[in-house]
């Protein structure tokens, strides 16, 4: 079995909490995706992401990123060295989340 890369981990784990219609932008390192009803960001700031391991990756997804995503819905969460900020969405969206 192959190692996952960064992208797929992440994919994979928002995949696996039931979000839908991933995309990724990889300049900024950007997920776009949809529970169904709101579309919502995920933004890694570029030296975090290629600093972490993917191994770490699947484990703050788990943890920390997923959590505050479910908790956030329709806004942005973006990831660096200091943690997790929450912040409105450079997307527009139709519904209220």
């Known amino acids: 079995m192959s190692e996952l890369t960064k ?11 039931g979000y839908q219609e991933i995309r990724l932008k990889v300049v ?3 997920f776009l995706f949809s529970d169904g009803r ?9 030296n975090y992401f290629d600093e ?3 191994v770490a990756l699947q484990g703050l ?3 920390h990123i997923l959590p505050a995503i ?5 806004k942005k969460v973006y990831v660096d060295a200091r ?4 912040i409105p969405s450079t997307q527009g969206r139709k519904d209220t989340c």
């Open 28 to 30: 900024p390192k950007r």
């Open 83 to 86: 943690g997790i900020s929450i």
């Open 7 to 17: 992208n797929e981990a992440i994919i994979e784990a928002l995949e696996s909490a």
């Open 52 to 54: 972490t391991t993917p």
């Open 70 to 74: 479910k908790q956030q819905l329709g």
């Open 61 to 63: 997804m788990g943890e």
């Open 38 to 46: 709101c579309q919502t960001e995920l933004e890694f700031s570029r």
